[in-house]
């Protein structure tokens, strides 16, 4: 099981930092990614770290801004997130894939989070 946390309102130009964290199941080996979805749009790839954290890719839309990483025993992610535009307000997911690399495809996924809003205001 996945815990998503760190989410909130926060002005145009500032930063948030998401946590994923697993219980319950070790997920050291798994892929690690984050998604989004904004209301009345489809769930869409944001980041995604492999299983020893050394290779990571980002959405086009966020690379520079954001940065993904993985706790020290490799059963948590994060997402710290700067230079927050409107644009990015979603609910934002975790999720496990049993890929290694992980994966920028939601279809891939193994394991999701509930997920944990994200809204930027202007």
């Given at each position: 099981q996945l815990q998503a946390s760190g989410g909130g309102l926060v002005q145009a130009g500032g930063s948030l930092r998401l946590s994923c964290a697993a219980s319950g199941r070790?997920?050291?080996?798994y892929?690690?990614?984050w998604f989004r979805q904004a209301p009345g749009?489809?769930?869409?790839?944001?980041a995604v770290i492999s299983w020893s954290g050394g290779s990571t890719y980002y959405a086009d839309s966020v690379k520079v801004r954001f940065t993904i990483s993985r706790g020290y025993a490799g059963n948590t992610a994060y997402l710290q997130m700067n230079s927050l535009k409107p644009e990015d307000t979603a609910v934002y997911y975790c999720g496990a894939s049993r890929q290694s690399r992980g994966s920028s495809r939601h279809e891939e996924y193994d394991y999701w989070g509930q997920g944990t809003q994200v809204t930027v205001s202007s």
């Open positions: 070790t997920i050291s080996t892929g690690m990614g749009k489809e769930r869409e790839f944001v």
